[in-house]
């Protein structure tokens, strides 16, 4: 695996024309996401089928693995009527809790200065996009954003970054990737983008994570300036 370092930023940012970067966990606190799907939708779903709310996770947590790296784990339209749940209405509920990860407007401000292109490339669903986007205005940053339902499949599949590649036309030897979750930073590399970069720290109420591939990894983006 092409080895990344930051022992020279400037001749690094001189290989890179386009920056692609996750949302969720990425530029996104994924407390957010956490606390929703672990502590919120128990509840609910506990109180509307008279369950324990620990009976309720353990439910919960089987249809949650079931669904992973796929596009309905993301799709919000799929879980409410699995769960029987107005999803994006308990998730506006909450919706105070979205925050943006230090040095993110830092980092998006650089990579403009030093005349990067830029994507938000995400499996978020449109609902979820909508207003994690209303509530952080980060699409202002960003010359494209990319939702896995127009692409119509996840970026942990391999096919996910050629549909990319040709929408954005995007020279992969001179793309970089950012992402929280080891699939997709997997499938991008197999689809030949030959930088990737493993985010450690996806939420500010967990330590690091160390990845099981050899990802060259950060906790934050001050790290890339
Ligand atoms: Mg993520």
């Known amino acids: 695996m092409k080895k990344v370092t930051f022992d020279n930023p400037k001749e690094f940012w001189a290989k890179i024309d386009w920056v692609l970067l996750d949302m969720d966990g990425t530029l996104l606190d994924k407390y957010f996401d956490d606390y929703f799907w672990e502590t919120l939708v128990p509840?609910?779903?506990?109180?509307?089928?008279g369950l324990t709310v620990q009976d309720a996770k353990e439910e919960l947590m089987r249809f949650y693995r079931r669904e992973e790296g796929t596009l309905n784990w993301t799709d919000l339209d799929f879980w409410s009527k699995k769960l029987n749940l107005d999803i994006p209405a308990l998730k506006e509920q909450i919706s105070h809790l979205i925050k943006i990860h230090p040095y993110v407007e830092d980092l998006l401000n650089f990579l403009h200065q030093i005349g990067k292109k830029t994507a938000l490339v995400t499996n978020?669903?449109?609902?979820?996009?909508?207003?994690?986007?209303?509530?952080?205005?980060?699409?202002?940053?960003?010359d494209h954003v990319i939702c896995a339902f127009d692409v119509g499949l996840p970026k942990e599949d391999k096919k996910f970054w050629a549909l990319l590649q040709q929408k954005l036309e995007f020279d992969p030897q001179r793309t970089l990737f950012i992402d929280d979750s080891e699939g997709p930073l997997l499938a991008a590399k197999e689809a030949g983008i030959k930088y990737v970069i493993f985010k450690s720290r996806p939420s500010s109420k967990l330590p690091s994570k160390l990845p099981q591939n050899n990802f060259f990894r950060i906790e934050y983006f001050k790290e890339l300036m």
Do not use: I, M, P, V
């Not at 509840?43 to 089928?49: R, T």
């Not at 978020?124 to 960003?142: G, M």
């Open 124 to 142: 978020a669903h449109y609902k979820s996009l909508d207003l994690k986007l209303r509530q952080t205005q980060l699409d202002s940053f960003f």
């Open 43 to 49: 509840q609910k779903y506990a109180e509307k089928y």
